[in-house]
């Protein structure tokens, strides 16, 4: 059985790029990597474009700017800089432990993957896999942090055979 990702879609776009495929198989791969169990977690993935998520931005972040990918952990699991945060337990397949929501823009995914010339699948994989590992308690605050999750992207990335983003 699929880990549940949760598709709401406020930009049409997202829906013919083929978020909620591409979210589940993200999701997948972090979860096998990280040892999670495929059943009793849920999550919420909003594919929105640059209006939204600028306003998202503004609210939660107090920055009047779009984004690429904002994360809301459904609770903090934060430990002492460079160690990996501890998984949270999956809770019953009729009530699944909620890790909380992810937004994506559109608009700044495409042109961040126009800037850096990759393919926008590999972008938004990527991103996908940022947000999730937020959820999880990784953070890229300090710099112990940052490589760490880092490290952990590029082995979730490698499962889907996607190169290293760094």
């Known amino acids: 059985m699929e880990p549940l990702v949760d598709i709401v879609l406020e930009d049409d776009r997202w829906e013919a790029f083929g978020l909620d495929a591409l979210a589940t198989a993200a999701v997948r791969a972090a979860f096998a990597e990280l040892g999670l169990a495929e059943t009793g977690f849920s999550l919420c993935l909003m594919g929105c474009?640059?209006?939204?998520?600028?306003?998202?931005?503004?609210?939660?972040?107090?920055?009047?700017?779009?984004?690429?990918?904002?994360?809301?952990?459904?609770?903090?699991?934060?430990?002492?800089?460079g160690?990996?945060?501890?998984?949270?337990?999956?809770?019953?397949?009729?009530?699944?432990?909620?890790?909380?929501?992810?937004?994506?823009?559109?608009?700044?995914?495409?042109?961040?993957?126009?800037e850096a010339g990759k393919p926008m699948v590999d972008h938004v994989?990527?991103?996908?896999?940022?947000?999730?590992?937020?959820?999880?308690?990784?953070d890229h605050i300090d710099d112990a942090d940052a490589d760490l999750m880092e490290a952990t992207e590029v082995r979730i990335l490698a499962r889907l055979g996607l190169s290293d983003p760094y």
């Not at 600028?54 to 700017?65: H, I, P, Q, V």
């Not at 994989?125 to 990784?138: D, K, N, P, S």
């Open 49 to 81: 474009d640059d209006a939204r998520i600028l306003e998202l931005n503004g609210d939660f972040r107090g920055k009047a700017k779009p984004t690429n990918v904002l994360s809301w952990p459904s609770e903090e699991r934060g430990v002492a800089a």
């Open 125 to 138: 994989t990527h991103l996908v896999v940022h947000g999730l590992l937020h959820l999880l308690g990784y």
């Open 83 to 114: 160690e990996t945060p501890a998984l949270p337990v999956a809770g019953e397949a009729d009530d699944p432990e909620h890790l909380g929501d992810i937004a994506i823009s559109f608009d700044t995914c495409a042109a961040e993957a126009t």
